[in-house]
């Protein structure tokens, strides 16, 4: 360790400072009502950052503070970066309220990001629980943009109640690119479930899974969801239907200061979800579980 | 490593420590009541010499709280960084333990990003504070009633982290050169220095091995490393267990605060002193129940670091509602799972307690790392037993 004292050769000046960025477009995807909290995207300048899908920002809101957010558009897009927020505690509220033009700072990326190149060439099925399609969109959206390079796609998305289903303008742009789209809600709203297209089921989205068609030994999943949704979710898929748990890729979301494994907040066992995942195999979950559930 | 070894009179270091008070800040063990605690000072007789350790490690010196690591201001209502001039006076800390500079090392390369294999991530505020720093170490030849280094390989003596190692003997001072900077202030007090002869060298392994051995022969405290590492790391811990800890926890936080090794920290964005606008900073509160609070647009603000604490309540409770360790032994688990699992230990590449005691001390429902090993340890005859 001495000749770490004696050689500063770590210093990365950028590590707390944000850049900062211009919100350029801000779009409501979910209205506020009763039981449902707004959720925007906001569309904000790229610049030259690179990222992966999955991959995450801090984003500043400047007088309150940072808040890690799921970048939920594509590498391949270029100009703009999409951040789906939901209103849940007082940053994030501030962020559903910007307006274009106002000024964030963002840091990132931060996070492992999904690896899209070892699925290549296989079926992908991704299962999306209400917000946690955000950080899925990004990676469908990149595998629309390299459409050759998979096989059967299909999306599989739930939500406590019809009107929570996120991105359902986008639905059709993707069908129209050959993904097979599947929708639940937990309770209907005594219209939605009566339409047909897509194709919809009043139940838990697990109750998609014999809808979709899984061929197990040449499927990857995606899975990202409330807690509860990835680990019964999960296991439905390797138990039932024969997934290996080392082909199911989920995403955790915690409580995060820094981005940069250094502030202890996210820390799941012995991993840091802010730079150990926030992607993580299903199968590194189950390891982790025996000392504490990640769900 | 240790790579020259020197021999001082005893006189001489009472010069050397008044050339380094006067040439930089130099901080060292002061007596403060019946405590011991590092503060600077001005000379060479204000250093006390006849202590344990401080109340407190010197960690702070290296992760003040707070800490500065942004600042901005508002003009025309919107945001601009604000440079920020880095502090670098060089400081000298002397007296420091053993066990204080292996939890040291650890945070030096948690800090640089080696340890979750990011350098990349290496943050700047505390390397810079740990690079402007020379560690003059002094190894302990009475550990006290509460030490346990001997158990965690954090003492008495170490082979690296320090620049100098001071050991104590009979007729002088022993002096272990352990890096570059040592290396170079080694040369600074040539006329101080001589190279030490075999015999010091031996009457330090003497003095070291006769601290450990006491320490076996008396002590009545011990980190159980193997057996409660075992247990803590293969989750052969029941939930009653833990809902035990939590129960004897009073979340005072004290048991991370003083731990050589505990490094997490919260961030706040406040008011910068004296420029803000106390009404806007007013205004951050959440008004809730009803919707969101706009961010200001005047005033001047400062990104700071606070310490925080895993066993603390609201340190892993997210926006929305989600709280992964919501119960007070779930995150006992994750305090004692840090300190004593071998996953972190592979990790870090040593044990996350270096046995300074410290928690011991400070616990007031009696669960330092001493008590929770020795807890685990009975866990795990009892589970034998059971097998057999």
Redesign the interface.
């Known amino acids: 360790m001495s000749a770490v004292a004696a050689q500063p050769v770590y210093e990365r000046p950028d590590l707390w400072a944000p850049r900062l960025v211009h919100v350029l477009d801000v779009r409501e995807e979910i209205a506020p009502d009763a039981n449902t909290r707004r959720v925007v995207t906001l569309s904000l300048e790229r610049g030259d950052l690179d990222y992966r899908p999955g991959q995450f920002l801090q984003v500043n809101v400047f007088g309150g503070g940072e808040v890690p957010i799921s970048i939920s558009s594509p590498p391949g897009l270029p100009g703009a970066l999409y951040l789906t927020v939901r209103h849940s505690g007082a940053l994030s509220g501030m962020l559903t309220g910007m307006r274009p033009g106002a000024i964030v700072g963002i840091r990132g990326p931060c996070g492992n990001g999904f690896s899209l190149d070892e699925h290549r060439g296989r079926d992908l099925l991704f299962v999306a629980g209400g917000i946690g399609l955000a950080p899925l969109r990004g990676l469908l959206w990149q595998v629309l943009l390299e459409r050759g390079d998979f096989g059967r796609v299909t999306l599989l998305h739930g939500a406590r109640c019809p009107g929570e289903l996120l991105y359902p303008w986008q639905h059709a742009e993707w069908e129209a690119q050959g993904v097979e789209v599947l929708l639940s809600a937990d309770r209907g709203d005594g219209c939605w479930e009566h339409q047909e297209h897509p194709p919809r089921c009043v139940g838990l989205i697990t109750a998609l899974f014999e809808r979709a068609g899984i061929a197990p030994d040449r499927t990857s999943v995606f899975l990202c969801g409330p807690p509860i949704m990835i680990e019964l979710g999960g296991r439905e898929l390797m138990q039932k239907f024969g997934v290996p748990a080392r082909r199911c890729m989920t995403t955790l979301e915690r409580h995060m200061k820094c981005g940069v494994g250094k502030c202890g907040h996210c820390v799941v066992v012995d991993r840091y979800v802010c730079v150990d995942g926030p992607v993580f195999r299903y199968d590194e979950l189950l390891a982790l579980e025996r000392i504490e559930s990640p769900w | 490593?240790v790579e020259s070894r020197w021999w001082m009179e005893a006189d001489a270091l009472d010069r050397v420590l008044d050339e380094l008070a006067r040439s930089q800040t130099l901080i060292a063990p002061v007596r403060l009541g019946a405590e011991v605690v590092f503060r600077p000072v001005a000379r060479a007789a204000d250093v006390c010499r006849d202590y344990v350790n401080a109340l407190v490690p010197p960690k702070r010196f290296f992760l003040p709280t707070p800490e500065r690591?942004?600042r901005?201001h508002?003009a025309d209502g919107?945001?601009v960084?604000d440079r920020d001039e880095a502090e670098a006076q060089p400081i000298t800390l002397f007296g420091v333990r053993s066990c204080d500079v292996a939890g040291l090392?650890q945070l030096?390369?948690?800090?640089?990003?080696e340890?979750?294999?990011?350098?990349?991530?290496?943050?700047?505020?505390f390397?810079?504070r740990?690079?402007r720093?020379t560690i003059l170490s002094v190894v302990c030849q009475k550990p006290g009633d509460t030490c346990m280094c001997v158990c965690c390989g954090g003492g008495p003596a170490l082979e690296?982290?320090?620049?100098w190692q001071l050991t104590e003997l009979a007729k002088g001072w022993l002096v272990e050169v352990?890096?570059?900077?040592?290396r170079e202030l080694a040369g600074h007090f040539a006329a101080e220095l001589q190279p030490a002869r075999d015999d010091a060298v031996r009457e330090k392994a003497a003095r070291v091995h006769t601290v450990v051995e006491e320490f076996h022969r008396h002590s009545a405290l011990r980190v159980q490393t193997m057996a409660a590492g075992r247990m803590v790391s293969?989750?052969r811990l029941s939930p009653p267990f833990w809902a035990e800890l939590g129960e004897r926890c009073v979340e005072c936080g004290g048991c991370a605060f003083v731990c050589p090794t505990c490094?997490?920290?919260?961030?706040?964005?406040v008011p910068a002193m004296g420029e803000g606008d106390v009404a806007?900073a007013a205004g951050?509160e959440?008004a809730a129940p009803g919707?969101?609070?706009?961010?200001?647009?005047t005033?001047a603000?400062e990104?700071v670091?606070l310490r925080?604490n895993?066993v603390l309540a609201g340190?892993?409770?997210?926006?929305?509602g989600?709280y992964?360790?919501a119960s007070c032994g779930?995150r006992c688990?994750?305090r004692f799972?840090?300190k004593l699992?071998w996953?972190?230990v592979q990790?870090a590449g040593a044990l996350g307690c270096t046995g300074c005691g410290r928690c011991t001390v400070v616990c007031l429902g009696g669960i330092g790392i001493d008590r929770v090993s020795a807890m685990m340890t009975r866990e795990l005859v009892a589970a034998k037993e059971a097998d057999a």
């Not at chain 2, 340190?315 to 929305?320: I, P, S």
């Open positions: 490593m690591l942004l901005y508002f919107q945001p960084l090392t030096t390369a948690f800090f640089s990003g340890t979750v294999g990011q350098r990349h991530t290496a943050d700047g505020p390397l810079r740990r690079e720093t690296s982290g320090f620049d352990g890096s570059v900077r040592g293969q989750g490094s997490c920290f919260n961030v706040a964005d806007l951050l959440p919707g969101p609070t706009a961010p200001p647009r005033g603000f990104r670091r925080d895993c340190f892993v409770r997210q926006a929305g989600v992964p360790r779930e688990r994750t799972f840090h699992s996953q972190c990790r």
